[in-house]
């Protein structure tokens, strides 16, 4: 009985096959996620994926991290600076020097003496919110992968629209290309801190980060960061590498001893590996129908587990499913 | 100015000092959980904590989780039953067997064929709930540790109230004794899934768990378990032994090889231990003027860090503070 415990668990993870032994009467959300048809699915480009090597484990096991960048036109000054960052191989031989348990974990360079690449842009803190719908006239235009987008004379509207949803934190959320965001006006939007997604460690206002200094959460969402701390992307993949590692004993979870810390091999964007070693991505379109009943299983747990559904869910509860592209 | 690279963090541990370089003018959450007077503090009985004692770890560390558990009259039927195990020795040589990224670590008798001890209550599901305010007759008693309650013929009322607060979850939030609740009706009320928190394991419906399996959060909180399972208590101390153990890559994070296992030398209740060995703990009264200033600036984050509060927190990002008794 043992795969019976907990088995709640299972429609938690994104993708979760469905036991041959007990089939679900009524699918779970991994189980829509993983029947969802392939063109339901999107290509995630890989100059959008940021690939963070960390020195082999103590038993010599590759450590890869797979980030996704946020899509245009959220947070692009500090993407643009991040870009440029692992254009000029800076972080190589830098560091993971901080992980607080139940918050972050943190890379970047623990002197803090390295000299940042020329040409970064600084970044002003209106921009943790974004124009999401404008008030003026509109042109149609298409994104960098073809995709229709229409933009505003103020901003850009690509058939945005925000659902109402009281949290502590907002009033509204949206779903957009691959990505969840908040609003409390229904004009300006931030991306969330949910689990796994990606900021910018700055120091007092009105600094706000040049990017080089990174984290990703690692615990319950701390969206009081909202709107204070850029959000740039998401991890992806390899995740656990940084959530299982030890807890720095420092103030701020920092690592007290030099040799506590986790070496970076490299950080790259994808494109700029070897093709055969370019990870390859997909996301559940959120603005498909299976996308739609796959958030609607998740407010209403209906597979057999469930005694109680919710009748809702956390915005960082719905988590986008992203699966690795088969190789053919 | 490493220090000041994501200060905001500071606030996010529950007592953490302040800066003797840059003192903040505004105090933090964790400012006033430190600043409260030693009345504010209640002792947490060694009778409602579970000691855990994990195998040293490859460095030869001992690793030690202490669980608070909850007080009457939440979830006691499973409640009574751990006791019953912990006094059986019936964990002894057991294991933790799962840990799920973002999700959970649970623990339990792998085999899943050790024979329970004789004289387990068999728990109904209504028990995930609880009644929190009676409509009849009042009669004042007092509980275990002398703090008075108000116990009605259909529940009791230690003088509970309820604040409003929407979520995807609930529509209000208590704090009592320590704890949080959430509740819909505002008469019935039950323990959420944060951060830390221990639930039950347990089979399909109208199984519930006899407590013998158990798990603690260790990701974003999933609160579509609230009314599912059952909580029993949290880790108070020593989580990162958990949150930071490898992953399982076996379905549902289970660990595929039984050498990954991590074993448990004992669980016991702290009053079974040499006195010189119990844990000693206490919490921030939740009943406080220093809580409640707490709760506010949780809310409404005011220290320099921040340049929008939020105006508000989830439930699970107000844990209720816990720190250690200082050795006289």
Known sequence: MKHLFMVAVAAASLILPASAEEPAPIPSPGEIA????????????PSDLL???LAPDARGKPRRVVIQLMPAPFSQGWIGNIRKLAAAHWWD??????????????WG??????????????????????QTRGTGGQKRSVTSDGRPL???????????????QVDAYSTKRSFFRGW????????????????????VGRNMSPDTGSGAELYTVIG???????RNIAVVGRVI????????????????????DAGERVAITSIRVATELPTADQPRFEYLSTESDSFARYVDARQNRRDPFFITPAGGADICNIPVPVRPVAVK
Chains 1, 2 share one sequence.
């Open 150 to 164: 229409v933009m505003n004379w103020s901003g850009w509207s690509p058939g945005w629209s925000w659902a109402d």
């Open 51 to 53: 690939v963070m090597d």
């Open 220 to 226: 319950h969402a701390p969206r009081h960061l909202d």
């Open 237 to 256: 993949n390899g995740i656990e590498h940084l959530s299982s590692l030890p807890r720095g004993t420092g103030a701020l979870g920092f690592y007290e």
């Open 93 to 106: 031989g830098t560091s993971v020097n901080r992980v607080q348990d139940n918050y972050v974990a943190q």
């Open 109 to 130: 360079d623990a002197t803090e003496k390295k000299p940042l690449p020329k040409g970064l842009a600084t970044v002003p803190e209106g921009d943790y919110v974004t």
């Open 180 to 199: 969840s965001f908040a609003s409390t006006d229904g004009k300006t939007g931030w991306p969330v801190h949910c689990y796994g997604m990606v900021g």
């Open 34 to 45: 993983a029947a969802a048809p392939a063109s339901d699915w999107v290509a995630i480009a």
